[in-house]
Antibody
């Protein structure tokens, strides 16, 4: 069965970086993409970006461009999201999800809580 | 970028009521719209994709309609387990924008 398993919770200081992993199983990782979203406490879902595991093409949300890097390692079936220059506004649960070409994101990871606090 | 506006932001209904949530895109997106249910502290769960196709395992009281710019999620007979926040998301291309969410509560 399709599963996406994310790395554990992180606590970071303002100005630091965080890298969240998303390990996929149960499908052919290299033929699909992975999309990332986050949810601040009590807030709605915010789309962050998408990467094709097939060719590495990535797109990120305009408000995060320059701070976020998406990568995908087909040798380990793992996608990564790195966010730099963290502020308290980046405190959120971060999610990855599988997204096939012209398909809706369907299977989601369990979420990773990133807390930014001095 | 295409904006996605969801309404209402919250609603309260009784068991058995018909509930309707709307999502409007600022430009046409064909039928590239999905609906998710998120219960408190849980991961979003895909209910409907391609605007009207029910994801496997989702109860038939959920249905979706629309194309282009206007879309609707309907719960035909609200059940206690449907208390959740519902989100629409466009996926015709990047950005894959979410609607602001609709919190459904029981009256």
């Amino acid at each position: 069965q399709v599963q996406l398993v994310q790395s554990g919770a992180e606590v970071k200081k303002p100005g630091a970086s965080v890298k969240v992993s998303c390990k996929a199983s149960g499908y052919t990782f290299s033929t699909d993409g992975v999309t990332w979203a986050r949810q601040a406490p009590g807030q709605g879902l915010e789309w962050m970006g998408w990467i094709s595991a097939y060719n590495g093409n990535a797109h990120s949300a305009q408000n995060l461009q320059g701070r976020v890097t998406l990568t995908a390692d087909t040798s380990t079936n793992t996608a990564y999201m790195e966010l730099r220059s963290l502020t308290s506004d980046d405190t959120a649960v971060y999610y990855c999800a599988r997204k096939g070409t012209q398909l809706a994101p369907d299977y989601w990871g369990q979420g990773t809580l990133v807390t930014v606090s001095s | 970028d295409i904006q996605v506006t969801q309404s209402p932001s919250s609603l309260s209904a009784s068991v058995g009521d018909r509930v309707t949530i709307t999502c409007r895109a600022s430009q046409g997106i064909g039928n590239y719209l999905a609906w998710y249910q998120q219960k408190p502290g849980k991961v979003p769960n895909l209910l409907i994709y391609a605007a009207s196709t029910l994801q496997s395992g989702v109860p038939s009281r959920f249905s979706g309609s629309g194309s282009g710019t206007d879309f609707t999620l309907t719960i035909s007979s609200l059940q206690p387990e449907d208390v959740a926040t519902y989100y629409c998301q466009k996926y015709d291309g990047v950005p894959l924008t979410f609607g602001g969410g609709t919190k459904v509560e029981m009256k």
